[in-house]
């Protein structure tokens, strides 16, 4: 369980996220989620991620190698109005190393499946990219400023859970979409809305969660279209991250994401996290279905 004392700070909401990541262990191998009471259609991917690293990190016997890699699939939408059943597969418990599968299902019904890689940390060859030039978070506005003026056509954000502090560093889809602007990168500072708990399983739980919240921007960004003005559909396929350096993730992070490419309905972004001092921490892969329904021509 989390461990709340009274000298951690959080938002609501943030309390909401770490009750979320709180998976309950209901035997050896399985543990089970809940939903938040702001939900959307159907279960939140960035949700699924953090939940089944949550469980797949309790699992670990041999012992507390750090997460180096997930890979996850996601099969059909969770029903929001039911609790997650997270099944683990002890695939691999090494000197070094540690593998886990973790199915999360509903009924008789897989939702999404995820391979989750432990590996401990040695000294070798180093080196990163380095991190873009854009002005620090203190110097930003923070998202509810965005909000204002939109809150009819971008409700579900205003009305989502907000556990994490977001600034963009540039402006986000629906003021670009306003201004008739295109963007192929997009630069958000991000952190937990509040201060964590110690459990680096909490922290990459709640890198999971942000992770899903602004990747696919520069998918339609490139195409000067936004969320909740255009008609669009996307419904994430896959997510993969790799985990570089250690990072706190109620510090400032840089997520920083451009679309590849965007071919048969599907887009892939791509992102990296980046510590406040520079370093390289996470990199990022999703792949989405993206659909947008043009209006149709006036005679």
């Known amino acids: 369980m ?80 039911q609790p997650m059943t997270y099944r683990v597969d002890r695939y691999r418990d090494g000197k070094s190393f540690a593998n886990r599968q973790v199915t999360a299902v509903q009924g008789d019904d897989v939702i999404f499946t995820m391979l989750v890689a432990f590996q401990d940390n040695t000294a070798g060859l180093d080196h990163a990219v380095e991190i873009p030039e854009v002005p620090y978070p203190e110097e930003l506005p923070p998202l509810g400023e965005h909000f204002k003026g939109f809150e009819d056509r971008v409700a579900a954000f205003v009305n989502a859970l907000h556990p994490i502090d977001i600034r963009f560093a540039n402006d986000p889809s629906w003021k670009m979409r306003e201004a008739g602007e295109t963007l192929t990168s997009n630069r958000v500072w991000m952190k937990t809305d509040g201060t964590m708990p110690d459990d680096p399983s909490l922290h990459v739980g709640a890198m999971c969660y942000a992770s899903d919240t602004t990747v696919l921007d520069s998918i339609i960004t490139t195409h000067g279209l936004s969320w909740g003005i255009d008609r ?68």
Request: aromatic residues 10%.
């Open 2 to 81: 989390v461990d709340v004392t009274d000298t951690r700070t959080e938002s609501e909401d943030l309390g909401k996220l770490l009750a979320l990541l709180d998976v309950a262990q209901v035997d050896e191998n399985e543990f089970v989620g809940q939903h938040p009471e702001q939900v959307t259609a159907r279960t939140f991917g960035g949700q699924l991620l953090g939940q089944g690293v949550v469980a797949a990190s309790r699992t670990l016997t041999r012992g507390n190698p750090p997460i180096h890699a997930l890979h996850a699939h996601f099969i059909r939408g969770g029903d929001v109005k």
């Open 232 to 299: 669009l559909f996307a419904a994430t396929v896959n997510h993969s991250m790799w985990f570089h350096r250690e990072f706190r993730f109620d510090e400032w992070m840089l997520y920083a994401t451009e679309s590849p490419t965007a071919a048969g309905s599907r887009g892939i972004g791509s992102g990296r996290f980046f510590n406040r001092d520079g370093t390289l921490a996470t990199s990022v892969v999703q792949e989405a279905l993206i659909k947008y329904f043009p209006p149709k021509k006036k005679d």
